[in-house]
Structure formats: structure tokens, C-alpha cells
């Protein structure tokens, strides 16, 4: 049985996905995709991958994530199966996946606070008197 690994990151999330072939089973820190994620939007983009790639139905899916919100998590998972996919067969699935967008980190994080101020570029309201 062969198993492909992966690394996805989005924002404060880091997901690992192990890809098998098989019957399109999502379990998401040992939860069903259905229960970990409820909203539709973040399921669809936890399949967007299988979707680009013409798989859906094909692999089974292990995550195991940490950290961020639901939606970080979710994209996070995405970046992951893109991985796994781009690296389980190159010549199919790796350019529909780089069209998509799919295998780009997106690298924006938080700007931390600065002190003296409420927020990171939010400033107290000036009083001239």
C-alpha cells in the first residue's frame, strides 16, 4: 500500500496529509470531514484539489492539524492534497494544480502589535488640545 506525505501551511495552521489510494474517505484529526468541518464552503475547499485533478472518490485522506481557525485549517488541508497529489504522479496532476493555484504557500500572516498603539497600524485618535 502506498502512501504519499505532504506538509500544507496557511497562517497559523500546519496540516499533515497522508494520501492513499482508495475509496474518497476525508478524516481530519480522526473526525470525518462532514463533523471537523460544517460549513459547505470549507469542504469545498478542502476538495477543490480532487475536483482541479478529476480524483474526487479516488484517495483517502489522514490530516492531522494544529493551530489557527477553521478557515486557516481548511486551506492549509488544501495546500497539503495539492502537495501529495503534485508528488504522487508530476506529469498529471501538477499542472492543473499550478493553474489552479493550488501549490503557491500563501505566505500572509499577521503583523503583530506595536507598542503604544491599540493595534498593529492602528493609532490612538490624535488630540491636538
Known sequence: MEQTHALGRRKAAVARVYLTPGAGNVTVNGRALETYF?????RYIVNQPFEVTSTLGQFDVKVTVIGGGIKGQAEAIRLGIARALSELDREAYRSALKAAGFLTRDAREVERKKPGQPGARRRFQFSKR
Open 38 to 42: 460544517a460549513l459547505d464552503s470549507l
